[in-house]
């Protein structure tokens, strides 16, 4: 079973909107990471949230963690076609990542 | 893109014979992974390593194997190739098993 789940499955929206992406897991954890995908690439690490944080910030990103939900939500403002590519979730120990949110950024 | 390579970088096989990939990293890293990606299923782990000679089962790990007899070289073995193994393999390095992980540029095998 997957720890971490990503929701919607797909998502397309125009450049300048804001694109939401959420997470859900299944067990405790101490950090939870977020993952961009382009296609035919390896997977880059885009930011980090550890359990004692709510909230993060990075450049056009931003983390949420609710650990009494298990789940998290990226946020990214002001889209850009270059951001089009998928967004995987993933929880410390558990090594594993959901099937990702793939995003479409219309230029 | 972090010291990590894999090779080879595409792989055509027949069903039934044995197939090596390998990843290589310059970064020192304790520990590497290997992942399949398959449409539907995102990545899933196969076999991690957190130091030479010691390594662990992960998700999908039947069918597979995998040796590191040295830091920088983290090989991962179809002792017989079946159709279902047809896939994009991407090996990854972390320095703790919390911390950010690096992927490689993947593997795309195809078992005929």
């Known amino acids: 079973s997957q720890q971490g789940e990503e929701d919607p499955q797909a998502l397309s929206i125009q450049e300048g909107e804001n694109a939401t992406m959420n997470c859900s897991y299944k067990?405790?954890?101490?950090?939870l990471q977020w993952y961009r995908q382009n296609s035919g690439r390896g997977l880059v690490h885009l930011i980090l949230?550890?359990?004692?944080?709510r909230e993060k910030h990075s450049g056009r990103l931003r983390v949420t963690l609710d650990t009494s939900k298990k789940s998290s939500s990226l946020l990214i403002t002001a889209s850009r076609a270059a951001d089009t590519a998928s967004y995987f979730c993933?929880?410390?120990?558990?090594?594993?990542f959901g099937s990702g949110t793939r995003l479409q950024v219309q230029p | 893109d972090a010291g990590i390579t894999q090779s080879p970088r595409h792989k055509v096989t027949e069903t039934g014979t044995p197939v090596t990939l390998r990843c290589h990293q310059t970064?020192?890293?304790?520990?590497m992974y290997w992942y399949r990606q398959d449409p539907g299923h995102g990545l899933r782990l196969i076999h991690y390593?957190?130091?030479?000679?010691?390594?662990d089962k992960g998700e999908v790990s039947d069918g597979y194997s995998v040796s590191r007899s040295k830091t920088e070289d983290f090989l991962l073995t179809l002792e017989s190739a079946t159709s279902s193994q047809t896939s994009v393999y991407f090996c990854?390095?972390?320095?703790?098993?919390?911390?950010?992980?690096?992927f490689g540029p993947g593997t795309r095998l195809t078992v005929l």
């Open positions: 390593s957190y130091g030479v000679k010691d390594t």
């Open positions: 949230i550890r359990s004692n944080e």
């Open positions: 970064e020192n890293h304790r520990y």
């Open positions: 067990t405790s954890i101490n950090n």
């Open positions: 993933a929880t410390d120990l558990a090594l594993t």
């Open positions: 990854a390095i972390s320095e703790s098993v919390e911390g950010e992980q690096f």
